[in-house]
């Protein structure tokens, strides 16, 4: 039997600093360390964020080696998040990664953080992994899109935002209604008691399958300001409301086009991927369409984490597909 091939993967795109170890596609450790400093701003602060990162990495890489029992001289490659994402960020984890490739002479692997998001669903965690082609709803702080995905490497992005994510849909939300960033998983967990039906708010009209939520989020701004002319308590007296409604019109508009997609192309395998795949709503959504063949991230490879950086450097290390220590950090790439 051939010896099995132990990665180091790095996540430092964002705001979460992540080591993962993989024994080929098993994750053997995913330790993440998220910044609190960022919650009283409503979003995260680049500055804050790199330093962070700084401060997190070596104890959250030297975690998940322990974790794992592995030690690094029987690690086969160390890879990391190129991009894109928050260029202080990225640095961090691009030179950690680079300085200990080069000191252990192992290859390095560079990864496309949104081709990690889809790819995490190759991780080998008992569920069943999609069958090429499938589609995948892709939505994170950063991104939205629907990518029809051919094979482990060839993307077709059918359709993405042409303004703000849906990620941030929920995060500016959060920050106009006085709520804590991130503003996904709270705006979710007050929606649990409140009437969905409640409010109305303006959805886009846009070709294809595109998505814009900046109107949407506009329109949230301006009947909220209305209501607080008139009600000073408004927000707060109705927040379960409010985030219910909202919570339900992203979901709205992320299915129109992804049902689009699906009655247009054909491919009934649909997958979920990203930050905002971790919503049960999203999810329960996603499953009631009986018809289609499903695919839900396990809940700790939906957000920010290395182990999607580590299943896809393990598919890209079994192609050679190694890079090397002239690789640069980029804000921005394309799928
Ligand atoms: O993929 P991710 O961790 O980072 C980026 O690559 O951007 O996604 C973060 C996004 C944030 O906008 C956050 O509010 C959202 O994912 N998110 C959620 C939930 N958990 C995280 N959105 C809705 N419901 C959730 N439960
Ligand atoms: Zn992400």
Request: charged share 20%.
């Given at each position: ?129 999609p069958k090429f082609p499938f589609l995948c709803l ?8 629907i990518v029809k995905v051919k094979d482990?490497?060839?993307f077709e992005?059918l ?50 399958y ?48 992804l049902e689009k997609a699906v009655k247009d192309t054909g491919i009934n395998r649909v997958a ?17 369409h009986?018809t289609w063949e499903t695919f ?40």
């Open positions: 039997m051939s010896q099995p091939t132990y990665i180091l993967a790095i996540e430092s795109s964002c705001d979460d600093t992540s080591a993962a170890v993989l024994k080929n596609d098993l994750v053997l450790s995913n330790e993440v360390a998220s910044q609190k400093v960022h919650e009283q701003y409503g979003g995260v602060v680049p500055e804050l964020a790199s330093r962070a990162h700084q401060k997190n990495i070596v104890p959250v890489v030297d975690q998940a080696l322990t974790k794992a029992n592995i030690t690094t001289k029987q690690l086969h490659a160390i890879a990391f998040t190129s991009g894109p994402g928050l260029m202080g960020s990225l640095l961090v984890g691009t030179s950690f990664a680079k300085s200990l490739a080069l000191s252990l002479n192992v290859p390095l692997i560079d990864v496309h953080h949104m081709q990690a998001h889809i790819l995490a669903h190759f991780i080998n965690d008992g569920s069943p992994a892709t939505v994170s702080g950063g991104h939205t899109q482990y490497f060839d992005v359709g993405e935002t042409i303004d703000d994510a849906a990620g941030e849909a929920f995060d500016k939300t959060a920050k106009i209604l006085g709520l804590p960033y991130p503003g996904g998983p709270v705006i979710q967990k007050l929606a649990e008691t409140g009437n969905p039906e409640r409010f109305q708010f303006s959805k886009p009209n846009i070709e294809g595109n998505y814009s939520f900046s109107g949407f989020k506009t329109s949230i701004l301006y009947a909220m300001q209305k209501e607080v002319k008139a009600n000073p308590n408004f927000v707060k007296e109705n927040l379960n409301d409010i985030c219910a409604s909202v919570q339900k019109s992203i979901l709205d508009i992320l299915f129109k086009k979920i991927a990203g930050g905002v795949s971790a919503n049960q709503p999203l999810r329960e959504r996603l499953e009631a009986k839900i991230p396990k809940f700790e490879y939906t957000t920010d984490n290395a182990a999607m950086i580590g299943i896809t450097a393990y598919l890209k290390f079994l192609d050679k597909n190694f890079t090397d220590v002239s690789v640069t950090a980029k804000a921005r790439m394309k799928l």
